[in-house]
């Protein structure tokens, strides 16, 4: 079965850095075939897509209000996609959660609707 495990969220200060990871099981995924993406809920706002990248890493997509401060990558030989968090302001304050498409395709996509297995979300707090 398909297991997906994210972590590296923190209380941290405004103006800090964090850095997420995502780790997904081998057994049901070719990996570097697997579009990948990280989204996050904050309270009393709907979920929205982050970031996302495609199975190879060579396509990337940002929210607007990341750019340039955050970084998304993979490591296919460890079943991994990080998210490097940089310049973290309190509106970045939410549950991220790790999302692993089931088509496989070249791209990848910011819409939530699409992923078919999520991991479990962890918390990123930034107090000013």
């Known amino acids: 079965q398909v297991q997906v495990v994210e972590s590296g969220g923190d209380h941290v200060q405004a103006g800090g850095s964090l850095r997420l990871s995502c780790t997904v099981s081998?057994?049901?995924?070719?990996?570097?075939?697997?579009?990948m993406g990280w989204f996050r809920r904050a309270p009393g706002k709907e979920r929205e897509g982050v970031s996302c990248?495609?199975?190879?890493?060579?396509?990337?997509h940002y929210v607007e209000s990341v750019k340039g401060r955050f970084t998304v990558s993979r490591d296919n030989a460890k079943n991994t996609m990080f998210l490097q968090m940089n310049d973290l302001k309190p509106e970045d304050t939410a549950m991220y959660y790790c999302?692993?498409?089931?088509?496989?395709?070249?791209?990848?996509?910011?819409?939530?609707?699409?992923?078919?297995?999520w991991g479990q979300g962890t918390q990123v707090t930034v107090s000013s």
């Open positions: 081998a057994s049901g995924l070719i990996f570097d075939r697997t579009p």
């Open positions: 990248i495609s199975g190879a890493g060579s396509r990337t």
């Open positions: 999302g692993a498409d089931r088509a496989e395709y070249a791209d990848c996509s910011l819409s939530a609707a699409i992923y078919e297995y």
